[in-house]
């Protein structure tokens, strides 16, 4: 009698501990750390999608050899749906500018990754339009503008730039913030590793219109963000007015 007892209830320990391991298998596999199977990656449409695709798929060619995960790039209707879409999970990573970052930050915890070496300290123009005529004075991003001379988009004698802002930190891709430790150490790190050195790499970068990535954290854009806040508050304060 002791004999069976004994063994069945060693039987009864080995039950215990395969289930054990069977849940902790399955813990290690949950949504919660497990990379995605594939990369949803969401950019601002500050363009025509032809165009669009064309800077953004070297990129992610690049990132689905380097990472192992099918990449597809995902055109929101609009920057609030860019900020939508990675609110509910729709993107995994996301091309925000400051403004929508700071919307992204507040709205779903964005986790700056990376920046392009051009955006770690740009500036806004103030411009007058001399083309549509429909606005008096308007604001953009100076490298925008910059590069809107250079594809002939725009030309010197349509707008005046009548003021530039100081220097503030802009673009940058941003993961939510429930993305994997790991999976998001790797894809940081791809950004980093690619060198104008290498001339695969170099296509990437220049059509990305950077020569480097440099890595992003929240504190390069606490400035934005309270200056985002301030002039929010300050629309709503209008509008309660009216």
């Known amino acids: 009698m002791a004999g069976e007892a004994g063994l069945r209830g060693h039987r009864c320990l080995q039950r215990i501990l ?14 919660s750390t497990a990379p995605p199977g594939r990369l949803r990656v969401g950019v601002l449409p500050d363009t025509r999608p032809e165009q669009l695709h064309a800077r953004h798929a070297p990129l992610l060619a690049y990132l689905q050899a380097r990472l192992e ?7 929101p209707a609009s920057y609030e749906v860019l900020v939508a879409d990675f609110a509910a999970g729709r993107v995994d990573l996301g091309f925000f500018g400051g403004y929508t ?15 392009r070496d051009v955006d770690r ?12 005529g429909e606005v008096d004075l308007g604001a953009a991003n100076s490298v925008l503008i910059e590069q809107m001379f250079e594809r002939g988009d725009l030309r010197s004698d349509e707008v005046a730039i009548v003021w530039e802002t100081p220097p503030y930190a802009d673009y940058v891709w941003a993961v939510p913030a429930g993305t994997p430790p ?24 220049h059509a990305q219109g950077t020569g480097a990535y440099l890595p992003a954290a929240p504190e390069d854009f ?18 309660g007015r009216a």
């Open 18 to 31: 395969a289930i054990a391991a069977c849940l902790a298998a399955l813990a290690g596999c949950s949504p």
């Open 101 to 115: 970052y700071a919307l992204a930050r507040e709205r779903a915890g964005a986790d700056p990754l990376v920046m």
């Open 69 to 75: 995960v099918p990449c597809e790039l995902v055109i």
């Open 182 to 205: 790991d999976f998001r150490r790797r894809l940081r790190e791809a950004f980093l590793a690619l060198s104008r050195s290498d001339p695969a790499d170099a296509a990437v970068l």
């Open 121 to 132: 300290h740009v500036s806004s123009y103030f411009l007058t339009s001399a083309r549509d």
């Open 222 to 239: 606490r400035e934005l963000e309270e200056v985002v806040r301030a002039w929010r508050a300050a629309n709503a304060e209008k509008g």
